[in-house]
């Protein structure tokens, strides 16, 4: 989880990390990662090689291809795959579920853990 200059984190980022880590307890493989930096330096220190991005539209394409170009130059060895956002989840985006959690509505079809 890297944190983005341009936006202002509304969900505090050691409980997002500590849900997410339950929720994926089960699997060995996962490691949740907390930095300030540049993601391809961060992939290349881990050694990891795969960049998982969700895509809802066209203009999330654009978006991630670009940014994917950048890290793909800045670490050779950093391959960004895409997977395509079911059409149940692909009018979400993080704007909306903030704007409901801020007054009270219920996020819980949204993620897969509950915030507080």
Do not use: C, W
């Not at 394409?61 to 994917?68: A, P, V």
């Not at 395509?84 to 853990?113: L, R």
């Amino acid at each position: 989880m890297g944190h983005n200059s341009k936006k202002h984190r509304y969900f505090n980022i050691l409980k997002t990390k500590k849900s997410i880590e339950n929720y994926f307890k089960s699997n060995p493989r996962v490691e949740v990662l907390v930095y300030d930096g540049l993601t391809a330096k961060i992939a290349n220190k881990e050694n990891a090689q795969y960049l998982i991005r969700g895509l809802r539209n066209t203009t999330d394409f654009e978006y991630e291809n670009s940014l994917s170009q950048i890290n793909k130059h800045l670490n050779l060895d950093l391959d960004t795959v895409f997977l395509i956002a079911s059409t149940q989840f692909a009018h979400i985006n993080s704007s909306i579920i903030k704007e409901v959690h801020k007054y009270g509505g219920d996020i819980s079809a949204f993620i897969p853990f509950k915030q507080s």
